[in-house]
């Protein structure tokens, strides 16, 4: 990835949020691949990669595989399903449910952007995914409360 399209994660920097600046070095390679960049902007001296502060960070999954599931998802496949065709877990399906609660603009703009999905659709696919956190969290506390163990 060239430096032009990351900024700076740190609010007290000069460079947060500026992109094409050439305070932002690339680093070194990271990842099981070494196929992710990380960075360092020169000004704070703070390292991170490019996905710091986005939807895919620490996601172990493609960018185009965690927009698939959701795609999947809303067509009305099951988890398990879902697991299988893309070859990743449930938990993994289960984790990009509850991830698109906190990021859910970015990931409403993704689904029209990269998927070219309506900007309709796209909202349903992000109320759906919200609606399925709100599920497994409430069925969390329901657990916790009856085994007495905090989750």
Do not use: W
Request: some cysteine.
């Amino acid at each position: 990835m060239e430096t032009h399209a990351v900024a700076c994660p740190n609010p007290a920097c000069d460079n947060f949020g500026r992109r094409r600046s050439r305070d932002i070095v690339a680093v070194s390679p990271v990842g099981k691949d070494k196929k992710r960049e990380r960075f360092r902007c020169k000004a704070c001296g703070r390292k991170f990669v490019a996905t710091c502060g986005t939807f895919m960070y620490r996601m172990r999954i493609p960018e185009g595989a965690f927009l698939d599931i959701l795609r999947r998802h809303h067509r009305g496949q099951t988890i398990a399903d879902i697991a299988a065709s893309i070859g990743v877990s449930t938990d993994t399906v289960l984790r990009v449910f509850d991830r698109t609660l906190p990021y859910r603009e970015q990931v409403n703009e993704a689904l029209i952007m990269e998927c070219s999905l309506p900007a309709r659709t796209a909202e349903e696919i992000v109320q759906l995914m919200e609606h399925r956190a709100r599920q497994r969290t409430t069925q969390r506390r329901q657990r916790a409360r009856e085994t007495g163990v905090p989750r």
